[in-house]
């Protein structure tokens, strides 16, 4: 139990282009679903936390215009990386938490922005 | 505020080698305590937990125990595997106020086990 998905596993892009991560609970309803953002060798840097029909709230320094979150339904909630640079070229990894108490983790998505 | 500190890596050990990686803790509160595994190229695994003092928290060998009095959270295992090779991030969770539901990690511990 407790599986969480995302899709794509990984995408290349050219630079201005968007893209779209999608973060699925697939046995269980995700009251509160987190975004992150990991580097080569580094820990994991929260971007937002979303909850069910609602804004996201995200963390200082994230831009909300640049990485724009829907949390549709209880089971799904995406992560658009608008107008994407080399920059934006990272690991991103979702979490999905019922009732937030443990937090479930997608397998991450690796984005490469040419 | 909150934060998770972990013993720098990496760590380099042989098969059936006994490891420790230290893990300590402040927070304002009552924190549920975790360790996740991360393997190469794969997002996190949840390990174990415990959520109260003196709580034990133990799967595939690994074990922690909550510890309130040094605020610690030690990961061990007795006899560790080649598969065991990932990184290995302690995490608190705090239950209420402006951080519910948010995980604070450590930084990571990279384990390397030789055959």
């Known amino acids: 139990g407790a599986v969480v998905s995302q899709h794509p596993s990984w995408v290349i892009c050219k630079s201005g282009t968007s893209v779209k991560i999608e973060c699925r609970s697939l046995?269980?309803?995700?009251?509160?679903m987190f975004w992150y953002r990991q580097f080569p060798k580094q820990s994991l840097m929260l971007m937002a936390t979303?909850?069910?029909?609602?804004?996201?709230?995200?963390e200082q320094g994230v831009e909300k215009d640049k990485f724009l979150i829907n949390h549709a339904s209880l089971t799904l909630s995406t992560l658009t990386v608008t107008s994407a640079h080399p920059e934006d070229s990272s690991f991103y990894i979702c979490?999905?938490?019922?009732?937030?108490?443990?937090?479930?983790f997608g397998p991450g998505t690796r984005l490469l922005v040419l | 505020g909150d934060s998770v500190t972990q013993m720098e890596g990496p760590v380099t050990l042989s098969e059936e080698a006994f490891l420790t990686i230290n893990c300590t803790y402040t927070?304002?509160?009552?924190?549920?305590l975790f360790w996740y595994v991360q393997y190469p190229g794969e997002g996190l695994q949840l390990l174990l937990k415990?959520?109260?003092?003196?709580d034990k928290g133990s799967n595939k060998g690994f074990e922690a125990t909550y510890r309130k009095e040094t605020t610690s959270f030690h990961l061990e295992k007795g006899s560790v595997q080649v598969s065991d090779s990932a990184v290995y991030f302690c995490?608190?969770?705090?239950?209420?106020?402006?951080?519910?539901?948010?995980?604070?990690f450590g930084q990571g511990t990279i384990l390397t086990v030789h055959p």
């Open positions: 979490s999905a938490s019922p009732r937030g108490e443990t937090q479930y």
């Open positions: 046995d269980f309803q995700a009251t509160t």
């Open positions: 979303s909850n069910e029909g609602s804004k996201a709230t995200y």
């Open positions: 927070a304002t509160g009552y924190p549920s």
């Open positions: 415990a959520t109260k003092a003196d």
């Open positions: 995490a608190l969770l705090l239950a209420g106020g402006t951080s519910y539901g948010k995980l604070t």
